[in-house]
C-alpha cells in the first residue's frame, strides 16, 4: 500500500504520491488507472514527487488521466510547493519539472507565487507542425478562430470570444487539442476579456479535458492578451473554480501566478490492484 494525499487548486485536483525515499511502481497505465473518476481515486493530474536534481527542492511528474506525461501544471506546482515548505518551516522552494525550474515563495493569506518561467513565443517552441505566426493561428473550429499560441513548457492556444457562456466547449475543445497543427496536441483555452485586468477563462486541458482550473493555462492566457493588447500585464482571471492573480512580467519575460493551495483527504492506494 501506498500512502497518497488528494489536492487541489482552485479546484484543479491531484493526487499526490511521494517517491523521494524509494522508488514508486508508477506506470501510466495505473496513473491512468488512479486518475479515473469512477474505477479510481479521480484527478485531474497524477503527481509523483521524486529527488530532486541540484538546485531543487523536489522534482514534480505530472501525468494526464490518460497516462500521457505533462511538462508543467501551475495549480500542482503550488501544492508541491506547500508541501515542501511545511515539511521544512520555508517560505520558499524551487519545484523542477521535465520543463525546468520553477520558484515558489508563499505569501499571505494562505496564498503562493509560483515563477512559471518565460513565454515561449516561437512556433518550434510550442510546438506547431509548421512555421505561422503564434499571434494569429490559422485555425477556427464552430464560432471560435484566430487563437494565440505560445508554450509554458507545454503547448497552449487561446481563443478570444466575446461570450463565452455561447462556446460548446465540450464538443470542439477534443477536436482543437488534436488537431494536426499542434503536433503534440495542446491545451486549448477559451478567454472573454471583462475589463483591462480581469478575464473569464475555461480550459479544455490536453490529456484530461474540461477541468475548473488550468494555472499555466492561465498563464498563456494572461501572455496572450498582453499580445493582442486586450490586457494589461497583471490581471485576474476567473476560471469556474476560482481566482488567479496573474503576471508577465515585462523586466525578464516571466510568468507569475498567484492562488491558494489545498488538502481534501489523504489515503493509502494499491497501485496494482486499481491498473488491473
Do not use: Y
Not at 520558484?103 to 515561449?120: F, H, K, Q
Not at 492562488?259 to 494499491?270: N, R, W
Amino acid at each position: 500500500m501506498v500512502p497518497f494525499r488528494k489536492m487541489h487548486g482552485l479546484g484543479n485536483d491531484f493526487v499526490v504520491l511521494d517517491g523521494r525515499a524509494a522508488t514508486l511502481p508508477v506506470t501510466p497505465a495505473r496513473a491512468a488507472a488512479v486518475a479515473d473518476r469512477h474505477f479510481g481515486i479521480g484527478c485531474d493530474q497524477f503527481i509523483v514527487m521524486e529527488p530532486p536534481a541540484p538546485g531543487a527542492d523536489v522534482f514534480m511528474r505530472i501525468l494526464n488521466p490518460d497516462g500521457s506525461e505533462a511538462g508543467a501544471c501551475g495549480n500542482a506546482t503550488r501544492c508541491i510547493a506547500a508541501l515542501v515548505a511545511e515539511e521544512r518551516g520555508a517560505d520558499r522552494v524551487v519545484v523542477r519539472t521535465i520543463a525546468g525550474e520553477l520558484p515558489v515563495e508563499r505569501l499571505p493569506g494562505g496564498l503562493w507565487r509560483a515563477d512559471m518561467g518565460p513565454a515561449r513565443l516561437g512556433w518550434q517552441d510550442v510546438p506547431l507542425a509548421r512555421e505561422v505566426d503564434t499571434l494569429h493561428l490559422p485555425l477556427a473550429l464552430g464560432p471560435v478562430s484566430d487563437p494565440a499560441a505560445c508554450s509554458m513548457g507545454n503547448p497552449h492556444a487561446t481563443f478570444f470570444v466575446d461570450d463565452l457562456d455561447a462556446v460548446p466547449v465540450t464538443e470542439i475543445g477534443p477536436r482543437l487539442e488534436h488537431d494536426p497543427i499542434f503536433p503534440q496536441r495542446a491545451n486549448i483555452g477559451f478567454a472573454q476579456v471583462t475589463a483591462p485586468d480581469r478575464m473569464r477563462l475555461v480550459i479544455w486541458e490536453r490529456g484530461a479535458g474540461l477541468t475548473l482550473a488550468c494555472g499555466s493555462g492561465a498563464c498563456a492566457a494572461i501572455v496572450n492578451a498582453v499580445r493582442r493588447g486586450l490586457t494589461q500585464r497583471r490581471a485576474t482571471v476567473t476560471m469556474p473554480g476560482g481566482d488567479l492573480i496573474m503576471e508577465w512580467r515585462e523586466s525578464d519575460g516571466h510568468v507569475l501566478m498567484t492562488g491558494p493551495v489545498a488538502t481534501s483527504f489523504t489515503g493509502t492506494l494499491d497501485l496494482e490492484a486499481l491498473a488491473a
